[in-house]
């Protein structure tokens, strides 16, 4: 008997994801014209299509005040659906960000709005395999596509940065004249730490006045021009003239760094991997009789579901169980990740 969710065939619920929300669902901001989102509309949907099917766990939320007085918000939300015989099909996580207008009075902080806006950019982010969100042609921050292609961009940076909670690193610059924010996830410097806390890694990366050609996609987040970076190329020389200009087309010059140093190995799975919150793998294996972690990251961990056709990250995680005492050859690099040796898996 074919698997179904809410007493639908798992295609057919499929589907309904994919157009669960359309152009016309989204409230148009009054003071800045962006499209957003209400929470208890999407929160209602989900619910409507998959009743009992559907979980939707809050894994953390946190928040801070800014030097400008704004408050930032953070949560990270988990979302679970399963099918009528109660075996799971999708497991999906996601981090989003909400910042508040800049506060005027003093006193208690009212975070609450921030938090439930953090929340729901966190289920959008979650549900992005399935759903396709078009947002209302010819509002600010509407992309024709819902991938838009990375591109390469001279930048200097002008500001120490921060680092919100999410472990999110924010840095301004400048592209040109035009000041912009370096967004930086975790996911995408993680394997570049080589031991240092990712504060300190912040620190010595973006200290005012570097240069660096970096690729991404432009993205605008309350008036806030940002880009959000894949890959980063230091510029040597003041004089270089290799560095494109900002908004072109990302080249295979680009430093990717998943792609750095990699080798091949010889490597002993010595466990099941174990699916994280960040929707990162981890899998215990032996080289050169050590144990260590080989680590997946999250994007890579989601192209592979999907060529692969399977249910979700966490059948990918388990599926490791299968080669448990076996030696198979791994593409990827060593690093080292707070004090830790981690082999990063590549799968280009």
């Known amino acids: 008997m074919a698997n179904t969710i809410n007493g639908m065939a798992v295609d057919e619920v499929r589907d309904k994801l994919k157009n669960l929300v359309s152009a016309e669902d989204w ?38 005040v800014m030097n400008d007085n704004t408050i930032v918000a953070f949560a990270t939300m988990e979302l679970v659906i399963k099918d009528d015989m109660g075996n799971e099909v999708c497991r999906s996580s996601a981090t989003g960000e909400a910042t508040s207008s800049p506060r005027k009075e003093s006193g208690a902080i009212n ?36 991938y838009p292609e990375d591109l390469s961009f001279r930048v200097k940076v002008t500001q120490t940065p921060s680092i919100l909670g999410s472990g999110v690193i924010k840095s301004a610059c400048i592209v040109g004249k035009e000041e912009r924010m370096l967004v930086f996830y975790e996911s995408n410097y993680s394997s570049l ?28 987040y309350k008036g806030e021009k940002q880009i959000l970076v894949s890959t980063l190329k230091p510029i040597a020389s003041r004089n270089s003239t290799a560095a494109p200009n900002s908004g072109e087309k990302s080249n295979s010059q680009a430093v990717h760094f998943n792609s750095a140093n990699t080798e091949t190995f010889k490597v002993t799975i010595t466990d099941k991997g174990k699916l994280l919150d960040n929707g990162m793998v981890n899998v215990p294996i032996s080289l050169e009789d050590q144990s260590i972690d080989m680590v997946i990251y999250s994007k890579t961990v989601m192209d592979i ?6 249910p979700n990250p966490q059948s990918y995680a388990e599926s490791f169980a299968s080669l448990i005492g076996k030696t198979v050859t791994i593409k990827g690099s060593l690093k080292t990740f707070n004090g830790k040796r981690q082999l990063v898996y590549n799968n280009n």
């Open 27 to 64: 409230t148009i901001q009054d003071k800045t014209g962006y499209p957003y989102l209400k929470g208890a509309m999407l929160r209602g949907r989900l619910t409507d299509l998959l009743g009992l099917n559907l979980s939707i766990n809050s894994l953390r939320n946190d928040w801070r």
């Open 111 to 146: 975070y609450g709005s921030e938090i439930t806006s953090a929340e729901t950019d966190a289920i959008k982010a979650a549900l992005q395999a399935w759903v396709i969100m078009e947002k209302p042609k010819g509002t600010k921050g509407c992309t024709q596509e819902s």
């Open 305 to 310: 579901v999907r060529k692969n056709k399977l």
């Open 193 to 220: 730490l080589g031991g240092l806390s990712a504060n300190d890694f912040a620190m010595k990366t973006f200290k005012p006045g570097t240069e660096y050609v970096v690729t991404g996609r432009e993205n605008s």
